[in-house]
Nanobody
Framework: QVQLVESGGGLVQAGGSLRLSCTVS????????MGWFRQAPGKEREFVAG??????????YYGGFVKGRFTISGDNVKNVVFLQMNNVKVEDAAVYYC?????????????????WGQGTQVTVSS
């Protein structure tokens, strides 16, 4: 059974950094496209970043608002995906979800992903 468990959320000051982790169990990381989404109160779930694994490595892709501030990466040995968040803004506050797509596409919609974690809260102070 595939399970995704996020960690690393918490309180961060605007302009600071935070690293989220998603530990995957039940299947090898490379058998998925991995993604991060976020959802703020009263807003729809939003795509943050994705990571597609290829024969030669991995290819990241991002939501339009990221603009170089976030980096997604994966550790295939530990089966963990990370989201490094730099220059965090107040508007980045949300629950962040890790997701996995067994079809290994370049998905950006929630429906493209079939496994989800429980989410981790990111709070940003101004």
């Amino acid at each position: 059974q595939v399970q995704l468990v996020e960690s690393g959320g918490g309180l961060v000051q605007a302009g600071g950094s935070l690293r989220l982790s998603c530990t995957v169990s039940g299947r090898t990381l490379k058998t998925f496209t991995m993604g991060w989404f976020r959802q703020a109160p009263g807003k729809e779930r939003e795509f943050v970043a994705g990571l597609v694994f290829t024969w030669s490595g991995s290819v990241p892709y991002y939501g339009g608002f990221v603009k170089g501030r976030f980096t997604i990466s994966g550790d295939n040995v530990k089966n963990v995906v990370f989201l490094q968040m730099n220059n965090v803004k107040v508007e980045d506050a949300a629950v962040y979800y890790c997701a996995a797509d067994s079809r290994r596409q370049y998905g950006r919609n929630s429906d493209d992903f079939d496994y989800w974690g429980q989410g981790t809260q990111v709070t940003v102070s101004s």
